[in-house]
């Protein structure tokens, strides 16, 4: 953090703060049209920045699209495919970036969780779907073994070692054996773009965590290696494909896990 981050964190100040530039960002992008291409309502600027810090919805419409088709394909890759899924989990769901294409892939209930109260209000008055609001750390919502897919795109981006073993140990209570898990993280390959404190700690402990304060939000950022990720979810899935962020359309790795039997 810089010293005046650590003065706003002791003050109290920091979300407040940063939520105020969120809104000021906002601001700089033109108005987005009412529905998009696929005819559902588009989230407002603030919708958008609080999700992708950038309001241009095109960019966050396609990209969308682009993520959900990729994450589509990588469960067909492990044996799990989508049009199969009795029940699609968007973890870490936002305003829907993901959530509005899901339907192209899958007939099975959809169900999205998020932290952002404001973005899940949206998703409940305009998107098709269930969803709700979680916490930072579990439990979600949802009963045991009761999802087929579930994804979650830059989450782990912003957990702590600590918040993902937690999270791990919860999707593997809701998701069905054989069921498949595609998250996505940075990876040491996309280091220079997080400021990363600790090298030493990433190279000691498979990662590293910087402005821990705000953590679960875009001000948060988690560097971490695949072995990490796969030592951390040993017991309960079965890493069946992986990325590199220089791999991915969306610049983050990806592992992919199958649920192991209980």
Not at 58 to 74: N, W
Not at 150 to 155: F, I, K, N
Request: charged share 20%.
């Amino acid at each position: 953090m810089s010293a005046l981050e650590q003065a706003l964190s002791r003050l109290g100040l920091l979300a407040p703060a940063f939520r105020a530039r969120e809104c000021l960002r906002a601001a700089k992008w033109p108005r987005p049209p009412a529905k998009g291409p696929d005819g559902l309502p588009l989230p407002g600027r603030i919708n958008m920045v609080r999700v992708v810090s950038h309001a241009d919805w095109k960019r966050f419409y396609d990209t969308g699209a682009a993520a959900m088709a990729y994450f589509a394909d990588i469960a067909n890759e492990i044996g799990a495919p989508m049009p199969e899924a009795r029940a699609i989990l968007d973890w870490g769901c936002g305003c829907g970036r993901l959530a509005r294409h899901a339907p192209r892939f899958s007939a099975g209930a959809l169900y999205g969780f998020d932290i952002d109260a404001v973005n899940i209000a949206w998703m409940k008055k305009n998107l098709p779907g269930t969803y709700g609001v979680c916490g930072l750390s579990p439990p979600l919502d949802l009963k045991d073994a009761s999802i087929d897919v579930a994804y979650g795109l830059s989450v782990f981006t912003h957990l702590s070692a600590e918040r993902q073993r937690e999270w791990l140990a919860e999707l593997g209570r809701v998701i069905a054996p054989g069921g498949a898990l595609i998250l996505t993280f940075h990876d040491p390959v996309h280091r220079a773009a997080t400021n990363l404190i600790s090298d030493a700690r990433l190279a000691a402990e498979g990662i590293d965590q910087t402005r821990a304060a705000l953590e679960g939000t875009n001000f948060a950022a988690t560097v971490q290696s695949l072995d990490q990720i796969k030592a951390a979810a040993h017991g309960l899935f079965e890493a069946r494909a992986w990325r590199r962020s220089n791999e991915t359309p969306f610049g983050q790795a990806l592992a992919a896990f199958r649920r192991l039997p209980v």
